[in-house]
């Protein structure tokens, strides 16, 4: 990260939510990056935040095995934030008292300002916050006034002579009205300049990656999404002609879809593609394969082969990882269960890496600051504002076999779909918006002949990065038009079905 910048460091216990810590702070144009509560201290550091934050966590302070820190982290002299388990870890560390509460809470609380702080300026004596926690401070660490309070607990406190602040509930999530507020109030602490722009990011990285290149060629493999698209163009300017972009259609793209990605780049930046018609490659791979994760494997398998066929002797790899990809990479949470295969982790890639060859410009970035770099890039709006879509393609939207037939109803589907929630108004305002097919025939009727034909779920959901999402409570009319559309327009479809599902319990994709 480039030192021109000033810095929130968060230190990671583990909560759902610590990416949203980072965001909020860097809504307000001040950098903010999260690594683990494990982090050396030294490179903790050598980092220059010029604050702290520490996030939440699923634990309690007591458990056997519980995230700590040394109480080093007070002697870097910039102010601390503590957060849910972080204001209980800081009375423990600084020799206050936690307990289990005999209540706890959970959700939208009341809190109840007492006392004077600057991390509470401009706000109203009462505030709506979000709470999540079964311990509470029960005795202050010596120094320290509390600030706050709800009908149960201690919600806020702060030292008296130094910057240190702590608050039980998640100023991180929307459910705290003022939460950004505060953060920012925080940020004002810490004298935190706003020049974490991305203008100045585009300047950063075209002055960056022409260093690392040189005279040499970078490949990049393209999908034709919001980030691999914004990519190209950045590199593209960076670079020019030594940019070879490399475009695999795979055959479970949406209609029309390859030609349109190639259309645009080349009308749009005179980027020429070397273009990759695999499909019918892909699609013998696929055949009879129902197991979604192995429909995966086998497509990033192949994805990867055609890829490097293609590429040649690489000098430089680009890859439009983001930052979430990072914070998951080093979680604090220990192993997860594996929900799904991606194809940017295997040995071929990884062995590049090692070699110093891998390019990742967008690795400090959250999706909604690359969708921003497009539009200051004049990426057209048609491919900033695309809704996310599966590396795997339409192959994880239809449940089952994937093959030639069903591949042509999921597109003329799913191109319905996109076309009404577009004159609804809706396509720019939630995340997703998309038709799964599913594995079952129904009876129905059409004009006066019995019908046993397949069926087509719609899934719609906002969310504010993916991780979690609520199912859209859709205009009826809209799903009505879509519905009739599919029915009469789609032969071999007779019935139209609404997930209204969220994440969690379920998945955004059904595969």
């Known amino acids: 990260m480039n030192d021109t910048f000033d810095k929130i460091l968060v230190l990671d216990f583990g909560s759902q939510v610590t990416q949203l810590i980072a ?26 935040a010029k604050g702290i934050i520490l996030s939440g966590s699923p634990s309690s302070v007591y458990d056997k095995n519980a995230p700590h820190i040394s109480d080093e982290i007070f002697s870097l002299g910039v102010p601390v934030l503590g ?56 005795t202050l660490p010596a120094g320290f006034t509390a ?36 953060l920012k109030n ?54 020019g002609k030594q940019l ?22 080349k009308q749009n930046f005179d980027i020429d593609l070397i273009f990759v018609d695999a499909g019918t490659r892909f699609l013998a791979g696929l055949k009879g394969v129902t197991h979604p994760e192995k429909k995966r494997k086998i497509i990033g398998r192949l994805f990867v082969e055609e890829f490097f066929k293609r590429a040649g002797k690489i000098d430089f790899l680009a890859q439009g990882t983001l930052y979430p990809d990072v914070i998951e990479s080093v979680s604090t949470k220990g192993p997860s269960d594996k929900i799904k295969t991606h194809h940017n982790r295997v040995d071929e890639i990884l062995d590049l890496q090692a070699e110093g060859k891998v390019i990742e410009p967008f690795s400090e970035l959250f999706k909604d600051e690359v969708r921003e770099i497009g539009r200051k890039l004049n990426v057209p709006a048609e491919i900033v504002n695309r809704q996310p879509f599966p590396g795997p393609g339409l192959a994880v939207r239809i449940i089952g076999e994937v093959n ?25 305002k939630i995340w997703q918006s998309f038709a799964v097919l599913l594995p079952i025939r129904t009876v129905g009727v059409m004009g006066d002949e019995r019908t046993y034909s397949q ?52 998945t955004i994709e059904w595969e």
């Open 455 to 506: 069926v087509i779920a719609l899934r719609m959901v906002e969310s504010r990065d993916g991780m979690t999402a609520d199912w859209v409570k859709m205009d009826h009319a809209v799903l009505e038009r879509i519905s009739n559309r599919i029915v009469n327009e789609v032969k071999g479809i007779n019935r139209v079905v609404y997930d209204i599902s969220s994440k969690p319990p379920s």
């Open 244 to 265: 070879k972009p490399i475009f695999i259609d795979n055959g479970l793209l949406r209609k029309n879809e390859a030609e349109q990605v190639r259309e645009r780049f």
């Open 147 to 182: 600030m706050a309070k709800t009908e149960n607990s201690i919600a806020a406190m702060q030292h008296k002579n130094k910057s240190i602040f702590a608050v039980q509930f998640h100023p991180e999530v929307v459910h705290t009205v003022n939460g950004t507020a505060i």
């Open 23 to 48: 965001r909020r702070i860097r809504s307000l144009s001040v950098y903010s990056e999260i690594v683990p509560f494990s982090h050396p201290f030294d490179r903790i550091r050598a980092f220059g």
């Open 404 to 428: 030639d037939e069903r591949l042509h109803l999921l597109r003329e589907a799913d191109a319905i779909v996109v076309d009404e929630v577009k004159k609804g108004g809706y396509y720019d």
């Open 186 to 239: 925080f940020v004002k602490v810490c004298g935190c300049r706003p020049n974490w722009t991305m203008g100045s990011f585009i300047d950063n990285k075209i002055k960056e990656v022409r260093e690392i290149a040189g005279k040499k060629k970078i490949i990049l493999g393209l999908s034709g999404g919001v980030d691999s698209s914004v990519l190209a163009v950045l590199l593209h300017k960076a670079v």
């Open 83 to 138: 957060i849910c388990y972080g204001m209980q870890l800081i009375t423990q560390l600084l020799g206050g008292t936690v307990e289990r509460s005999t209540k706890r809470e959970y959700g939208n609380s009341v809190l109840r300002i007492t006392a004077d702080s600057p991390l509470f300026a401009g706000l109203e004596k009462k505030e709506k916050v979000w709470m999540s926690h079964s311990d509470k401070v029960v």
